[in-house]
């Protein structure tokens, strides 16, 4: 099995998938391989992005908080935050307007103080973005984005940490993304799950990434891969390092597993 994070990872500097990186997918699938996602977009970006991708596989999406089978449709386990947010992330909003506070509901992503990082965000998701009053989100809430400046982020999270929650797991996606899920979500606890769900078939789990939301990932993969441009953490606990990710990294992969069969 080989799960991997999509942006900074499977993805160019640009979001692009190669075709080199498809063609190895393809040609591993095909030789029995099982091949996933693990990443913070919601199902129905992969599918609206990259519809060709042969995933053959339940995959991770929104950090773990959600598993979904995009062949099947099947949803295998769904996590949602805890409730009672509202005020906390309404403080935030009011304190901080520069920062665009992101609500992921299903299949929707409701908005206050919408900036530029949001619309780049969903535009690359294929996502409609919602402004919205706080009463008309439903209260199904799966993540919950700050988008802004990394300075400003870090205040933000700071803030969080110091606001006696300790429902929260609050992590970075990406320079910057600050992402919010419930206590034990993680892309990490979702591929445990899956395993123990699997079993013997999911004998070697080969995880890659490059951002702190994949350390958990990493070391719970029998084989963990950091691509070139990851961040310290992940590769102090990555067992490879491999070219970054203007480089296609599967073939990479390929190659290492070869070491492992």
């Not at 995009?70 to 805890?82: A, G, Q, W």
């Not at 992330?89 to 908005?111: H, Q, S, T």
């Not at 799966?142 to 929650?165: D, N």
């Not at 606890?189 to 350390?215: M, T």
Request: proline share 4%.
């Amino acid at each position: 099995v080989i799960l991997s994070d999509l942006d900074g990872t499977l993805l160019d500097d640009n979001r692009n998938l190669s075709q080199e990186n498809y063609d190895a997918v393809a040609q591993f699938v095909s030789q029995g391989g099982k091949f996933g996602v693990a990443t913070g977009r919601m199902e129905r970006t992969t599918l609206h992005n990259f519809p060709d991708l042969a995933i053959n596989i339940p995959s991770i999406f929104f950090n773990g908080a959600l598993t979904y089978d995009i062949n099947t449709h099947e949803e295998l386990s769904c996590t949602y935050m805890p409730k009672g947010l509202e005020p906390l992330m309404a403080d935030i909003v009011n304190r901080y307007p520069e920062a665009c506070c992101e609500i992921n509901v299903r299949g929707k992503a409701y908005l206050f103080n919408p900036n530029e990082i949001v619309w780049l965000q969903l535009e690359r998701e294929g996502l409609e973005g919602v402004e919205a009053k706080w009463e008309d989100i439903p209260d199904e809430w799966i993540k919950v984005i700050f988008l802004s400046p990394r300075e400003t982020l870090e205040k933000i999270r700071a803030e969080l940490e110091g606001a006696g929650r300790n429902d929260l797991n609050i992590i970075y996606s990406e320079v910057e993304l600050l992402d919010l899920m419930a206590k034990n979500v993680s892309k990490g606890a979702a591929l445990k799950a899956l395993r123990q769900r699997y079993q013997e078939e999911w004998r070697l789990v080969i995880a890659i990434g490059d951002n702190d939301n994949d350390i958990d990932l990493i070391k719970e993969a029998d084989i963990g891969i950091a691509v070139g441009n990851a961040r310290p953490d992940v590769k102090k606990v990555a067992k490879h390092i491999i070219k970054g990710n203007e480089y296609p990294c599967i073939p990479q992969v390929l190659e290492i597993i070869e070491d492992y069969l």
